[in-house]
């Protein structure tokens, strides 16, 4: 069971960039999970080592005091969707190390709501079994399926007996990834907007962003366009589970403008298209989750330098993205901003004691 924690005063509604800009916004439902804004800073160590310009960070690590990272961006409003429509739980998929479904299981457990976890196998290292032990502790539901084909099936079943017990579950896409999580990240970019013109960062030229289930990307290319920035926005991918496509993101971020324009119809009716999203492949590595050696190097260069800390799935594939193509055309000499979605939240001083992995439902033993 997680430990109780000093109170943290999480961001009103009506303090968001994107509300402030567009009050109507407000009545959206929100379960609150962020501390916003998060801080921009300059990754001074890192550009005179590697010989750059100035290089900038978001640090999206600290986005919230029970998990940080993306997630909780995207989850306050699902969360928020969840309870509105009366739901008593959630249900949503991932690796056996996904940090979205530990985020969620854990943004669920705030809001008073149940989650059903249901897994796929992936690489195993010990901090995918870290995270694991740790869906377990936060009292998620946890089943195993064998490939995506068998985890749609285990997720209607486990929706079916809940509508029949009486306790609907709400289903909580892959990363948050929806029209009502991206909402998250277009308030994230009119964020960053407003430290530009405060004068703490300069606007970038590009930002870097790990690509996966896509929430993240289109929401933060809608908010750019809407929020006034020119900024490109560079997605590095990072999964081979149904990885988005330029086109698919496009539809995303429509759907999200849609949604947006519903609750507040001045809100400009701009066009995505796919090439307004660029993606970088090639450093995926075997396949989703799988350690490379050029994220590993650049994890260890941004804690030795900076004293901040990534994981091998997502953000260091990322930052080491972004430290190849600093050096070459078209993004040499550019004003660069790695977006660190990684949660910095140490959940090991919040939980304690990590359960025994005999604990865990029998299937999930393969792995220890």
């Known amino acids: 069971m997680l430990h109780d924690q000093a109170p943290v005063a999480r961001t009103a509604t009506p303090e968001l960039a994107l509300v402030c800009r567009f009050p109507a916004l407000a009545g959206l439902p929100r379960h ?35 998990y940080g990272g993306n997630k909780p961006r995207k989850l306050e409003w699902l969360l928020g969707a969840a309870r509105a429509r009366g739901r008593r739980g959630v249900i ?57 084909g068998g985890a749609v099936v285990t997720g209607l079943r486990l929706c079916a007996a809940a509508i029949v017990a009486g306790r609907p579950l709400a289903v909580i896409p892959t990363g948050g990834s929806s029209s009502v999580g991206a909402i998250g990240y277009v308030n994230a970019a009119f964020e960053l907007a407003e430290q530009v013109r405060a004068g703490l960062a300069p606007e970038p030229d590009a930002i870097f962003v790990p690509l996966g289930s ?55 009716d ?67 901003l790695f977006w660190n979605t990684y949660s910095s939240v140490d959940l090991r001083a919040t939980v304690g004691t990590l359960p025994d992995w005999r604990t865990l439902p029998h299937a999930f033993h393969q792995f220890f």
């Open 92 to 148: 949503t998929f991932g690796g056996i190390g996904t940090h979205h479904g530990l985020a969620t299981a854990i943004g669920a457990r705030d809001a008073g709501l149940q989650t059903a976890l249901v897994l796929l196998p992936q690489p195993v290292t010990p901090h995918v079994l870290e995270c694991l032990l740790l869906d377990h502790a936060v009292g998620a539901d946890l089943h195993l399926a064998g490939s995506v």
């Open 32 to 66: 609150a999970l962020t501390v916003l804004p998060t801080p921009v800073e300059r990754l001074d160590r890192i550009a005179r080592r590697r010989g750059l310009d100035p290089l900038w960070i978001k640090r999206d690590d600290l986005t919230g005091p029970l």
């Open 270 to 336: 701009v066009a995505l298209r796919g090439d307004d999203f660029a993606i970088v492949r090639g450093y995926l590595g075997a396949s989703y989750g799988a350690v490379t050696e050029a994220g590993v190097a650049a994890q260890r260069l941004l804690f030795e330098e900076e004293g901040i800390g990534l994981e091998t799935t997502y953000t260091a594939k990322c930052l080491a993205a972004l430290l190849d193509l600093a050096e070459q055309p078209p993004y040499r000499g550019q004003r660069l």
């Open 214 to 268: 896509g929430g993240t990307v289109a929401g933060l290319v809608l908010g750019c366009r809407l929020a006034g920035l020119s900024s490109r926005v560079v997605a590095v991918l990072v999964t081979d589970i149904l990885p988005p496509s330029p086109a698919r993101l496009a539809r995303l971020g429509a759907a999200t403008l849609r949604r947006l324009r519903r609750a507040a119809p001045q809100i400009p």
